[in-house]
T-cell receptor
Framework: KAGVTQTPRYLIKTRGQQVTLSCSPISGHRSVSWYQQTPGQGLQFLFEYFSETQRNKGNFPGRFSGRQFSNSRSEMNVSTLELGDSALYLC?????????????FGNGTRLTVT | EDKVVQSPLSLVVHEGDTVTLNCSYEVTNFRSLLWYKQEKKAPTFLFMLTSSGIEKKSGRLSSILDKKELFSILNITATQTGDSAVYLCAVDTEGVQGAQKLVFGQGTRLTINP
C-alpha cells in the first residue's frame, strides 16, 4: 500500500509570493491533516480535513489555507510568504471515522522563503 | 492550553544500553497518546496508547501509559546505531465533529554511539 505522498519535495520562493503544496493520502484514508515543523517551534498543527470539510484549524494566520477534494487529496496554500514561513510542511492521513486511528505522515515539502 | 513535554531533550548512549524516554501531558479531551520516530523526513508511527497500564511492545521497543499521572514512557533495550533518531510524543485531542489534532512534544534526540 502506498504511503502518504507529498509534492513537491523542495520549494524555494521569494517573500510576497504564494505557494501551493499537494498531498495524496493513503488509499482509504479520509482524514488529512497538515503540520508545520520548524527547529524553534517543533511540529505545529495547521488544519484537518475530513470529507472535504475543514474540521479544525490551528493558530496560524489566514494566509494559510487548505482544501480537500472528493478523492481525499488535499492542497495547502500559503499566500504573501514571509521569511518565517520557511519550514518543513508535513501532511498526514488517517482512517478517522474509526476509533483512535493513528496519523501516518508523508515525507514533507521543504519550503525556503528568501 | 494543551501541552506535551518530553524529557530529556537529548540523550547520548552506547550501543547495547537501555534507554527510557519520558512524556508528560496536560490536555483537554484526551483520546490517545502516540509515539513516533523521526530520522530524516517523515515521522514514522511506533505506538498508540489509549488505556492506562497496558504495555505495547514491538521488538526491543515498548511503551506504557499512566492516565492518572498523565505520562508515558518509551523504552528501548539493547540499543543499536539504527535507533539514533528524534523520538516524538504526541497526544491526540478530539475536537468538534471528531476532529483529529495532535499536540506534539519537543522531541528527544537520541544518539547511539558504537
Amino acid at each position: 500500500k502506498a504511503g502518504v505522498t507529498q509534492t513537491p519535495r523542495y520549494l524555494i520562493k521569494t517573500r510576497g509570493q504564494q505557494v501551493t503544496l499537494s498531498c495524496s493520502p493513503i488509499s482509504g484514508h479520509r482524514s488529512v491533516s497538515w503540520y508545520q515543523q520548524t527547529p524553534g517551534q517543533g511540529l505545529q498543527f495547521l488544519f484537518e480535513y475530513f470529507s472535504e470539510t475543514q474540521r479544525n484549524k490551528g493558530n496560524f494566520p489566514g494566509r494559510f489555507s487548505g482544501r480537500q477534494f472528493s478523492n481525499s487529496r488535499s492542497e495547502m496554500n500559503v499566500s504573501t510568504l514571509e521569511l518565517g514561513d520557511s519550514a518543513l510542511y508535513l501532511c498526514a492521513s488517517s482512517l478517522r471515522g474509526r476509533e483512535n486511528s493513528p496519523l501516518h505522515f508523508g515525507n514533507g515539502t521543504r519550503l525556503t522563503v528568501t | 492550553e494543551d501541552k506535551v513535554v518530553q524529557s530529556p531533550l537529548s540523550l547520548v548512549v552506547h550501543e547495547g544500553d537501555t534507554v527510557t524516554l519520558n512524556c508528560s501531558y496536560e490536555v483537554t479531551n484526551f483520546r490517545s497518546l502516540l509515539w513516533y520516530k523521526q530520522e530524516k523526513k517523515a515521522p514514522t508511527f511506533l505506538f498508540m496508547l489509549t488505556s492506562s497500564g497496558i504495555e505495547k511492545k514491538s521488538g526491543r521497543l515498548s511503551s506504557i501509559l499512566d492516565k492518572k499521572e498523565l505520562f508515558s514512557i518509551l523504552n528501548i533495550t539493547a540499543t543499536q546505531t539504527g535507533d539514533s533518531a528524534v523520538y516524538l510524543c504526541a497526544v491526540d485531542t478530539e475536537g468538534v465533529q471528531g476532529a483529529q489534532k495532535l499536540v506534539f512534544g519537543q522531541g528527544t534526540r537520541l544518539t547511539i554511539n558504537p
